[in-house]
């Protein structure tokens, strides 16, 4: 399994930036996939994720915010920003693993495959 994410940048508060990520390798036809971000100093947190059914789940701090999707077709996990604030400034991630239990979307324990992250950086 290999997951790339690019996206990632440079943007003003209240600004839009969509994050991609590129799946190779797997295979399994019942999933999860999710965006964690890391900012200095704190634990990696969830973000938002989806199954291989469609369903989504959000942190409520980007709840309205942000939108996770992902085109089957190109093997590629999308995640659009909008309304950004300074504090979600940090280094967001791609996960992957076999079907979880809902419970566990947003756990970084949860997954065991992992791209090597894009830098977003919301700042005037």
């Known amino acids: 399994e290999r997951l790339v994410e690019s996206g990632g940048g440079l943007v003003q508060p209240g600004g839009s930036l969509r994050l991609s990520c590129a799946a190779s390798g797997y295979t399994y036809s019942s999933y999860c996939m999710g965006w964690f971000r890391q900012a200095p100093g704190k634990e990696r947190e969830g973000v938002a994720a989806?199954?291989?059914?469609?369903?989504?789940s959000y942190a409520d701090s980007v709840k309205g915010r942000f939108t996770i999707s992902q085109d089957n077709a190109k093997n590629t996990l999308y995640l659009q920003m909008n309304s950004l604030k300074p504090e979600d400034t940090a280094m967001y991630y791609c996960a992957a693993d076999v079907r979880l239990p809902f419970d566990w979307w947003l756990l970084p324990a949860g997954y065991n495959y992992w791209g090597q992250g894009t830098q977003v950086t919301v700042s005037s």
């Open positions: 989806i199954d291989s059914d469609g369903s989504t």
